[in-house]
Nanobody, 129 residues
Protein backbone atom coordinates (compact mmCIF):
# COMPACT_ATOMS: atom_id res chain seq x y z
CA UNK A 1 0.00 0.00 0.00
CA UNK A 2 1.16 3.50 -0.78
CA UNK A 3 2.36 5.47 2.19
CA UNK A 4 3.19 9.15 2.30
CA UNK A 5 4.95 10.92 5.15
CA UNK A 6 5.91 14.60 5.31
CA UNK A 7 8.54 16.25 7.41
CA UNK A 8 9.73 19.78 7.88
CA UNK A 9 7.66 22.86 8.46
CA UNK A 10 7.95 25.41 11.20
CA UNK A 11 7.97 29.12 11.90
CA UNK A 12 9.94 31.54 9.75
CA UNK A 13 9.89 35.23 8.95
CA UNK A 14 8.92 36.80 5.66
CA UNK A 15 11.60 36.42 3.04
CA UNK A 16 13.13 33.38 4.66
CA UNK A 17 13.26 29.82 3.35
CA UNK A 18 11.98 26.45 4.46
CA UNK A 19 12.25 22.95 3.07
CA UNK A 20 9.64 20.24 3.32
CA UNK A 21 10.26 16.59 2.53
CA UNK A 22 7.94 13.83 1.53
CA UNK A 23 8.82 10.17 1.69
CA UNK A 24 6.61 7.97 -0.42
CA UNK A 25 6.61 4.23 -0.95
CA UNK A 26 4.50 1.28 -2.05
CA UNK A 27 3.87 2.25 -5.68
CA UNK A 28 3.09 -0.50 -8.16
CA UNK A 29 1.44 1.28 -11.10
CA UNK A 30 3.01 2.36 -14.38
CA UNK A 31 3.23 5.94 -13.20
CA UNK A 32 2.59 7.99 -10.13
CA UNK A 33 2.41 11.61 -9.15
CA UNK A 34 3.50 13.22 -5.92
CA UNK A 35 1.95 16.57 -5.18
CA UNK A 36 2.15 19.30 -2.62
CA UNK A 37 -0.92 21.10 -1.36
CA UNK A 38 -1.54 23.96 1.04
CA UNK A 39 -4.54 24.75 3.15
CA UNK A 40 -4.62 28.16 4.75
CA UNK A 41 -6.96 28.88 7.67
CA UNK A 42 -10.53 29.15 6.48
CA UNK A 43 -9.65 28.29 2.90
CA UNK A 44 -9.94 25.20 0.78
CA UNK A 45 -6.92 23.04 0.07
CA UNK A 46 -5.08 24.04 -3.11
CA UNK A 47 -2.39 22.48 -5.20
CA UNK A 48 1.08 23.99 -4.97
CA UNK A 49 2.89 21.75 -7.42
CA UNK A 50 3.69 18.21 -8.33
CA UNK A 51 6.21 15.90 -9.95
CA UNK A 52 5.54 12.92 -12.20
CA UNK A 53 7.63 9.82 -11.65
CA UNK A 54 7.89 8.58 -15.25
CA UNK A 55 9.33 11.70 -16.88
CA UNK A 56 10.16 13.97 -13.96
CA UNK A 57 7.92 16.71 -15.28
CA UNK A 58 6.97 19.34 -12.73
CA UNK A 59 4.15 21.84 -12.50
CA UNK A 60 3.76 24.80 -10.16
CA UNK A 61 0.77 26.90 -9.24
CA UNK A 62 1.11 30.54 -10.27
CA UNK A 63 1.39 32.00 -6.74
CA UNK A 64 4.54 29.98 -6.02
CA UNK A 65 6.28 30.00 -9.39
CA UNK A 66 9.82 31.27 -9.06
CA UNK A 67 9.80 30.88 -5.29
CA UNK A 68 9.08 27.20 -4.68
CA UNK A 69 11.05 24.32 -6.16
CA UNK A 70 10.15 20.66 -6.22
CA UNK A 71 12.94 18.12 -6.46
CA UNK A 72 13.38 14.43 -5.88
CA UNK A 73 15.99 11.75 -5.49
CA UNK A 74 16.63 9.50 -8.48
CA UNK A 75 14.16 6.88 -7.32
CA UNK A 76 11.59 9.50 -6.39
CA UNK A 77 11.31 8.00 -2.94
CA UNK A 78 11.82 11.41 -1.40
CA UNK A 79 10.35 14.56 -2.88
CA UNK A 80 11.28 17.94 -1.46
CA UNK A 81 9.56 21.29 -1.59
CA UNK A 82 12.04 24.13 -1.24
CA UNK A 83 10.20 27.31 -0.35
CA UNK A 84 12.09 30.56 -0.75
CA UNK A 85 11.08 34.19 -0.30
CA UNK A 86 8.23 33.13 1.91
CA UNK A 87 5.29 35.49 2.28
CA UNK A 88 2.68 35.89 4.97
CA UNK A 89 0.12 34.35 2.63
CA UNK A 90 2.17 31.15 2.43
CA UNK A 91 1.12 30.38 6.00
CA UNK A 92 -0.79 27.11 5.79
CA UNK A 93 -0.80 23.43 6.54
CA UNK A 94 1.14 21.74 3.75
CA UNK A 95 0.28 18.25 2.63
CA UNK A 96 2.12 15.77 0.48
CA UNK A 97 -0.10 13.49 -1.54
CA UNK A 98 0.27 10.74 -4.10
CA UNK A 99 -1.76 9.05 -6.80
CA UNK A 100 -1.01 6.12 -9.07
CA UNK A 101 -1.91 6.03 -12.77
CA UNK A 102 -2.10 3.07 -15.15
CA UNK A 103 -0.66 5.13 -17.98
CA UNK A 104 2.09 7.71 -18.37
CA UNK A 105 1.22 11.18 -17.18
CA UNK A 106 2.55 14.68 -17.76
CA UNK A 107 2.58 17.34 -15.07
CA UNK A 108 -0.07 19.99 -15.47
CA UNK A 109 -2.89 21.68 -13.58
CA UNK A 110 -5.29 18.74 -13.73
CA UNK A 111 -2.68 16.07 -13.08
CA UNK A 112 -1.29 17.99 -10.15
CA UNK A 113 -4.46 19.08 -8.38
CA UNK A 114 -7.05 16.33 -8.73
CA UNK A 115 -7.62 12.72 -7.81
CA UNK A 116 -4.95 12.20 -5.17
CA UNK A 117 -5.63 9.10 -3.11
CA UNK A 118 -2.92 9.01 -0.51
CA UNK A 119 -2.25 11.87 1.88
CA UNK A 120 0.29 12.68 4.50
CA UNK A 121 -0.63 14.04 7.89
CA UNK A 122 0.19 17.63 7.01
CA UNK A 123 2.79 19.97 8.42
CA UNK A 124 2.32 23.55 9.58
CA UNK A 125 4.23 26.36 7.94
CA UNK A 126 3.87 29.74 9.61
CA UNK A 127 5.35 32.88 8.13
CA UNK A 128 5.49 35.90 10.40
CA UNK A 129 6.40 39.51 9.74
Amino acid sequence: EVQVVESGGGLVQTGESLRLSCTASGFTAADYVIGWFQQAPGKRREGVGCIVSSDGSIWYAEPVKGRFTISSDSAMNTVSLQMNSLKLEDTAVYYCAAVEHPTKMIAGPATCTKGFDYWGQGTQVTVSS
